[in-house]
């Protein structure tokens, strides 16, 4: 595991951090300008401003500071400082609370693995016409037997931190497509209100990530409440990302369908697909498992991130950079 992405003690960060390389090309580097305000220059103050901001934060106890970590903050609240300190604040909150989801994100679990092993999560590997990470989700393909909502909850994190430091999914964003045409009463049942409402917690508030859309397929229609209650507990702007197809064919229309499994018309074998993702699993399962390590002292987080850091911010506290207007 590289270093640089080890858990560090607060108050023992690196004094010097590897400087930040853009490897990506002209293109992406006009995306990152014309959507998230991302520049070389704006880029690094701000990598400087929230090491500073976790280093004077004496609650955050133990943090990653690399690079390619805070740019998953940064990127999905477009460069606001505050919005992505509070962010992370909570992305470390939700981890430490919620051990049964977070946490032992390994694909050598027997459980986890035989969940990745029968097509119920993959991403996909080619990208689609925005060069957005798609991720396909097939309920059909779960043994109901051998699962629980904390279980899923858990592989779905997996895929995410598996992702999460791909710098051109956290520029362009994830597209989820969600075939549910053989959606169970039973599978609905596994998710209480409570495991309902810390998902969308989790979704909008905890877990940086630009979702671009929520594709759903084949919905039956006694999951129609179900979904209008997931959706009431999402902000305005995610609620209008959620689309409706009946059939498969329909989805196509929308998408490349190449880019899709070969069972769903495009080329690549679904099974070649879930293995190039597991041997990107155990290239992160080091990484992933310290993660574990990270830890930030609840009683004495003070909640109001976003207010606390502006007003640093604003004192001089973090440092002399140019403000920053929050989006």
Partial sequence: MDPETMVHENGTNPATHQPYSWTLGDKLKKTAKSELREDASLRTQSLAQM???IAKST???RCRTDALFLLRFLRTKKYSIPQACAMLEKYLMIRQTNPAWFQRLDIEDPELEAII??????????????????ILSVAGNLDLTRVSSALLARVHILVQEVLADDEQSQICGYTHCFDERDLSMKLMGMWSLV??????????????SRINSFNMIGLPSTAATLLEFCVSLLSDKLRKRF????????????????ILP????????????????????????????AMDELYIELSKAPGHCADS??????????????????D
């Fill in 51 to 53: 090491r500073e901001w």
């Fill in 59 to 61: 609650h955050i106890k």
């Fill in 117 to 134: 092993d029968g097509g119920y999560i993959v991403p996909l590997p080619e990208r689609d016409d925005h060069g957005r990470q798609v």
């Fill in 195 to 208: 495991d309902i409402k810390k998902a969308a917690d989790c979704i909008q508030n905890g877990v940086p």
């Fill in 243 to 258: 689309n409706l197809f009946r059939t498969i064919d329909d989805f196509a229309t929308k998408t490349n369908r190449k």
């Fill in 262 to 289: 070969k069972e769903y018309g495009g080329v690549v074998p679904m099974a070649d697909m879930i293995a190039q993702f597991k041997v990107r699993c155990r290239a992160k399962r080091a990484q992933l498992l």
């Fill in 309 to 326: 850091c502006r007003r640093d911010l604003e004192a001089g506290m973090i440092g002399s950079f140019r403000k920053l207007e929050v």
